[in-house]
């Protein structure tokens, strides 16, 4: 995957965002989680947003969501500023905007059949055809037809994950927040359920942004990859040239990382990440001096 499909206007335009939440502290500042967040998402692309955790990745989706406060800056949906919506607003955007969560467990209703809880979004946006979309919507991610009639501790973590993704679907949706969906799943699990979230954006032409910790998941399947460090993003380019030849020493790191299988290549990999931040340390050393 390399270049959007569609270079034309953004679906999604994030404008200086900025996020912040009240402190307990009489006289205390606010926490800024988001400073001055500037992104776009085009038609049929998956933008992967990769940092450690507390980078204030799920913080930018659920500002996209509405479920963050924005303090400042903008979301643009298809041109209309989504910053600050109201309940209604949210209703209304749910058929355009869907989420994918990290445990599909805990956001599947466990007394609830497949069926209902794909029925449950249709119903509430008076979708008519429920069962011939759940139907189509078990088909496109590949679980048997009975599934409808099971409950969501008869599946395996993969399974559940696909109905999740399901759900997402059901109403046609153009832009998906994926929250970590994969980090719960086994290494197999998990890149058959990468294939299936490719298979269903060309498909559908549904749009992504993919929050991971994993630079090698946003690899295999983004178009473009942003790198958030601090609430801010600190690098963003095409996904071969930031996790093939990041520009950032903290995209670096994060690559350095990342275990690799070959034994000689990842001692070889260690060796020049220590020397990357020696020379690093040395060129602070001279700024500090020479200031």
């Known amino acids: 995957m390399n270049q959007p499909v569609d270079g034309g206007a953004a679906?999604?335009?994030?404008?200086?965002?900025?996020?912040?939440?009240?402190?307990?502290?009489?006289?205390?500042?606010p926490v800024t989680v988001l400073d001055g967040i500037s992104l776009d998402i085009h038609a049929h692309e998956t933008v992967g947003l990769v940092g450690e955790s507390g980078s204030g990745k799920?913080?930018?989706?659920?500002?996209?969501?509405?479920?963050?406060?924005?303090?400042?800056?903008?979301?643009?949906?298809e041109g209309r500023d989504i910053s600050k919506p109201s309940r209604a607003d949210r209703r209304r955007r749910a058929k355009d905007l869907q989420v994918v969560f990290q445990d599909p467990y805990s956001s599947l209703n466990p007394a609830m059949t497949i069926e209902d809880i794909l029925t449950e979004p249709l119903l509430a946006n008076r979708e008519k055809g429920g069962r011939d979309i759940v139907r189509r919507l078990l088909e496109q991610v590949h679980l048997p037809k009975d599934a409808g009639q099971r409950l969501a501790r008869e599946f395996s973590g993969g399974q559940?994950?696909?109905?999740?993704?399901?759900?997402?679907?059901?109403?046609d949706p153009k832009l998906v927040v994926c929250d970590e969906p994969t980090s719960a799943l086994d290494m197999s699990t998990q890149a058959r359920v990468l294939a299936l979230f490719k298979e269903i954006q060309?498909?559908?032409?549904?749009?992504?942004?993919?929050?991971?910790?994993?630079?090698?998941?946003?690899?295999?399947?983004?178009?473009?990859?942003?790198v958030m460090?601090?609430?801010?993003?600190?690098?963003?380019?095409?996904?071969?040239?930031?996790?093939?030849?990041?520009?950032?020493?903290?995209?670096?790191?994060?690559?350095?990382?990342?275990?690799?299988?070959?034994?000689?290549?990842?001692?070889?990999?260690?060796?020049?990440?220590?020397?990357l931040l020696t020379e690093q340390e040395q060129q602070r050393e001279v700024a500090d001096v020479r200031s």
Request: net charge positive; hydrophobic share 45%; glycine share 8%.
């Open 202 to 226: 060309e498909s559908t032409g549904v749009a992504y942004l993919f929050i991971t910790h994993d630079l090698a998941v946003v690899r295999a399947i983004s178009h473009r990859v942003a």
């Open 11 to 29: 679906l999604v335009s994030i404008q200086d965002l900025r996020v912040s939440y009240p402190t307990r502290g009489f006289r205390s500042p």
């Open 58 to 77: 799920t913080t930018l989706g659920r500002a996209l969501l509405g479920l963050a406060p924005v303090t400042g800056g903008r979301v643009l949906f």
């Open 229 to 275: 460090l601090h609430g801010k993003i600190v690098e963003l380019g095409s996904a071969e040239q930031v996790t093939g030849d990041p520009q950032h020493a903290y995209t670096q790191r994060l690559l350095g990382a990342a275990p690799i299988a070959d034994p000689a290549a990842q001692r070889a990999r260690r060796i020049e990440r220590r020397r």
């Open 160 to 171: 559940r994950q696909r109905i999740a993704i399901a759900r997402a679907l059901a109403l």
